[in-house]
Every structure is written in structure tokens, then in C-alpha cells.
């Protein structure tokens, strides 16, 4: 799989988890602590990016592969619709909203150049963990 031993390695769940990390340090604000329920979707969708890279990493074949990467790019896509909520909520500043979304559409394109990437390589079969 290009080279990947591990989906650390991987570009694009590097910056999914970046987009993850920038959201837990929203969501630990006290302002977000009562909206339950825009909190748990918040951490659900900024949480799915980079676990389907990781779960699709694990799957056997690049087909499967870009199955779950395309789910993690739709969850990049939800994070930043609930950050324009969190904007519109007052709940982070315009400079924070922006910040997100660099990191969220960076998250993004990585996603869409990893589909890419899979969709003209066959690749082996991944290998089974040590």
C-alpha cells in the first residue's frame, strides 16, 4: 500500500487527526460543555476521520481501502458544518472558525488525493500486523 507499514504514515490521517485534536480543544471549553448533543456529534464526526483511515488501512485491498476513506472525508465535511454552527453559535471566534477550516479542508484534500491514489493502484493485499 504505497509503501505504508502503519496508518500513521498515511497523510491523511495524519491531518484527519489534526482536525480531531483542534476540535477536542474546542469542545473542553465550558460554553460547549452544555450542549450536549452538539458536543457528542462534534466529537463523533471529528472522530470517524481518522478511525475509518485506520479501519480501511486494515481492510484487505484498495477498493475496500477507499470505501472508508471516502466515509472519513464525509466526516471532515460534517466537522466543518458543525464548526460554522459553533461560529454561528458564537461558540468560537472567526479567527478559530477559520483555523478549523483550513484544517478540515486540508483533511479534506488529503482524503480525496488518498481515494485517488487507491482508485489507480491495485496494491497488494495488505499485510497482517506483527
Not at 7 to 26: G, H, M, N, P, S
Not at 42 to 49: E, I, K, P, Q, V
Not at 54 to 71: K, L, P, Q, T
Request: proline letters at 4%; hydrophobic letters at 40%.
Amino acid at each position: 500500500m504505497a509503501g505504508w507499514k502503519t496508518f500513521e504514515e498515511i497523510a491523511a490521517w495524519q491531518l484527519a487527526r489534526a482536525l480531531k485534536i483542534r476540535v477536542d480543544e474546542y469542545l473542553k471549553r465550558p460554553e460547549f460543555k452544555h450542549r450536549f448533543r452538539f458536543c457528542d456529534q462534534l466529537s463523533d464526526s471529528a472522530r470517524s476521520g481518522p478511525a475509518n483511515i485506520a479501519e480501511g488501512f486494515g481492510r484487505h485491498g484498495n477498493r475496500e481501502f477507499a470505501r472508508f476513506v471516502r466515509i472519513a472525508k464525509g466526516s471532515e465535511a460534517e466537522v466543518l458544518n458543525h464548526l460554522i454552527d459553533a461560529r454561528d453559535q458564537e461558540l468560537i471566534t472567526d479567527a478559530e472558525f477559520r483555523e478549523g477550516e483550513h484544517a478540515a479542508r486540508k483533511a479534506m484534500k488529503a482524503a480525496v488525493g488518498l481515494i485517488k491514489h487507491l482508485e489507480r493502484t491495485s496494491g497488494p493485499e495488505p499485510k497482517e500486523p506483527l
